[in-house]
């Protein structure tokens, strides 16, 4: 079984709860190119014009006074207008913002529209939607004269190809628009997502997610966004969501439902092409109290075509929480799968689980794959979409949601293990050697002991019986010398005088008595004469030693 583990420390502090989200939607505000003509004339169309050449579609650029000064529409605004002017994108943006004008035409014109409404395409809607506020609402207000722009911030946001400004006014009255869209390129690469529907919590609260613009099937909701790629999350309290407007942010569901009963929620997510993942954010409530809680397990199955989930999934499991109940952002690690749907299973730890936001980290993967072939539906369980051994998988538990903590800590003890693999095998290393070494046969670097204590006069040893000094008694091999002959004595000692001298002789002279040394030589100093004690007395007479 394949297993990583990997655990994080969970903090105190709330703001490490915040949201992770691909797409910082702080920063997705620049205009998309109706002023700057990045939008080209021919990817801006209309549904009519008053006169093509003068006020038509390519003259409806926001701060723009070519010819007319703005697009005109044939006929007039009216509650149920059918004119609109259309902008083509090409590919998913992320649209914050819209800014409308009148026709100011130089000081000529008097024509703009009080109110206006949206509608937008997205491929795998395949059809035009109606944009609809967190209210419910449908028109957006629009300008007061000809010259002062107003820009409007859609909450929520819209993810579309194209979009369509479509004139509104109470009565009937002529109108005339420039416009301009604030966003930026849909880099989540997010689809859609299919999910149930939330559920109803007593008789006021109700965690639906009303923003979604897919297809609502009973109690399925399929092919669509809505909050929970919105850019935004919920209050810490769920409760403040419903005494404040446009705070709506949890989506909910709980495991008591007839036909739930207790079984993981499953999310499902389309991505427009084959992608591989690093991580994905779980943003979640806990407030253990109202019976919320963190889900107690997650896992993420990966499927090229969507038909199949094969493979191992990967496991996430969770530890109780019940004693800070600020909301927090889980972080999955996905290590590198590939696939172009991911569905996730969470599992409940309470009654209730709470979820504002769920984002990917991903990149578009290029080469050749091939789709997974459908199970017969006798062989799938009606419960599970993915044909997995619960066996094999990769398991990450965690205390809370903040990745980076717990992969610092990953990454020091993954270190100290190094070195101390290092480390031992070093000693090994050593020890080896010092077997090696004391094993091995080499000659003595000892010098001969016999060659110590032999003496030239002593010749060579011979060998004694014993083993035990074999060593000693054995000669180094050294080239045969000749034999060395004494020194001559009359080297080292004076031959004596020829002539003994004439003064006195040795053997005769010193021996007779009463002899008297004769002097010596002047060189020589007189001998000093010691004032010696008498050593004892005899019969009056004092003897002197020598």
Known sequence: MNKAVATTVFCIIPLLFCASHAVDTSQCIAPLGMENGLIKDEDITASSSFDHGNVGPHHGRIRSEINGGAWCPHTQATPDSKEWIEIDLHSVHMIMATETQGRFGNGQGVEYAEAYMLEYFRPRLNKWIRYRTKTNGELLKGNINTYIEHKTILDPPIWASKIRFIPYSSHKRTVCMRVEVYGCKWSDGIVSYSMPQGDKK???WEFYDFTYDGHWDGERLKYGLGQLTDGEVGPDDFKMSFHEDNTQGWIGWRNDT?????????ITFEFDTIREFTAVHIYTNNQFTKDVQVFKEAKVFFSIGGKRYKGEPITYETFEDCIIETPRNVSIKLHHRVGRFVKLQLHFAARWILLSEISFESSPVSGNFTEEEELPESNTPSDQSANVLSDNKNVISAVNSSGSIGQYLGMVVGFFT???LLM???????LIQQRRYKSSPRPSQIPDKAALYRTPSLGHLTTTSSSDYADYAVPLQRPQQP???????????????????????????VCKPHFTPPPPPLSTPPPVRLQRQPRYVSAGKAYVGP
Not at 424 to 430: D, E, L, Q, R, T
Not at 490 to 501: E, G, M, R
């Open 418 to 420: 190094v070195v101390v």
């Open 258 to 266: 007839p036909n739930r009963n207790n079984k993981p929620i499953e």
């Open 424 to 430: 031992v095998a070093i000693v090994a290393y050593v």
């Open 483 to 509: 034999p060395r002959t004494p020194p001559d004595p009359q080297l080292f000692f004076p031959k004596p005088p020829s002539n003994p001298p004439t003064e006195y002789y040795a053997a005769t002279d």
């Open 202 to 204: 007593g008789g006021s």
